[in-house]
């Protein structure tokens, strides 16, 4: 996916290329999460490519669906934080914040909701998905229902030119460039055009859950945590799907739609083999032995357990460390809130502008209607 490079000036202040990303903060964040974009931020941030990123912890977002259990929300906002900083996430680099501590985002929703209409939320197939999954049939929060224009008010609200993201998010991104481009085309050039950016590794696009489902989901209970301990990772890659095929070890087995070697393309690299598998030298020999048959699934869940138990050891160690200075986080997020703030407040000062409901501020709006009533 190609990025936006391009500078633009908007509110007297010089903008160049920005990241906006963040996450729901329902539960802890699992492996899925991490290939799926919070790898790459990491990545991102310290490329030196961008100059300013932002990532959210949308509690908001989160509330949409589970306003009858604020506390569930609440709680997991330390959890999120200290999942991001394990990964790598440096305050000193990025600017971490929480989502309705920026009241400005509400604000730019309001105006946005003005510019999409009800069937066009209606064929949103992301929100149609998690409809369906939360079994919220004719019962909608109106909310969750409208969350791609919250999101939208999100990417806006920090003139984001590129939203790192999984694939599931591709129509989300997509509504916010058609709010964007209805809002521009109504109102004059006033927001940035943002693109999404994918996972490079087509197996990172949606890691599937141990069970084989389609979507790693923590209501689904087949995640694999990021601060899982090593053993609750062995077990649970231990009773992951495979081929259901493949009963004996001389059986061919089929890689197509199995869990295992889906997980091995997301986080296997060559030196992995040397380490922990000397036979092969690589995934493609190891994929070409199981799909001729004599491997059995339980070496290859064994080699699985080996790669993923190096990627995830260090983050585990990292979270074990921050968490005993817990003050110290919810400081993080409330200096990164600030500036978050003082950001949106530029972008809504611009769209106020732009809409033309800066009464107080419009000298000659003032001027012109003195004049008017003068005469009259």
């Known amino acids: 996916m190609r990025m936006l490079c391009a500078v633009r000036r908007l509110g007297g202040s010089t903008l160049g290329k920005i990241i906006l990303t963040g996450d729901r903060p329902t539960g802890r964040l699992h492996v899925g999460h991490y290939v799926g974009s919070l790898r790459r931020r990491v990545e991102l941030q310290n490329s030196g490519e961008y100059d300013k990123i932002y990532i959210m912890i949308a509690d908001a977002q989160a509330l949409t669906d589970n306003a009858d259990n604020p506390e569930k929300v609440r709680q997991n906002i330390i959890e999120v934080a200290l999942d991001y900083l394990s990964c790598g996430l440096d305050p000193s680099k990025s600017t971490l914040f929480i989502q309705s501590q920026v009241p400005q985002l509400c604000e730019l929703t309001t105006y946005y909701m003005n510019l999409v209409t009800v069937s066009r939320l209606q064929r949103n197939p992301t ?103 090593p053993e609750e990772v062995r077990k649970k890659i231990m009773s992951m799907y495979t081929d259901p095929d493949h009963i004996r070890v001389q059986d061919p087995g089929k890689i197509e739609g199995n869990t295992v070697f889906t997980y091995l393309d997301a986080f296997c690299k060559p030196e992995h083999f040397e380490r922990y598998w000397p036979e092969y030298a690589n995934l493609d020999e190891l994929k070409a032995h199981y799909q001729r048959g004599g491997l059995g699934d339980v070496k290859v869940k064994k080699f699985l357990n080996n790669v993923l138990q190096e990627e995830l050891e260090p983050i585990r160690q990292r979270r074990k460390e921050l968490q005993k200075d817990i003050p110290a986080i919810y400081e993080i997020l409330k200096e990164g809130s600030a500036k978050a703030r003082e950001v949106a407040a530029q972008t809504l000062h611009d769209v106020r502008d732009a809409m033309k409901i800066n009464y107080f501020d419009d000298v000659d709006l003032i001027a012109s209607q003195s004049e008017k009533f003068r005469q009259d």
């Open 127 to 229: 929100v149609k998905s998690e409809i369906q999954m939360r079994n919220f049939e004719a019962s909608i929060p109106v909310g969750f229902f409208t969350y791609p224009i919250s999101q939208a008010s999100d990417i806006t609200a920090f003139q984001a030119t590129t939203v790192p993201a999984g694939e599931d998010q591709m129509p989300m991104v997509e509504q916010t460039r058609e709010i964007v481009h209805k809002f521009n085309s109504v109102y004059g050039e006033t927001l940035t055009m943002p693109q999404i950016l994918l996972p490079d590794n087509q197996a990172c696009m949606r890691l599937p859950g141990i069970d084989g489902k389609a979507k790693m989901s923590k209501s689904l209970g087949n995640c694999i945590y990021l601060s899982d301990e």
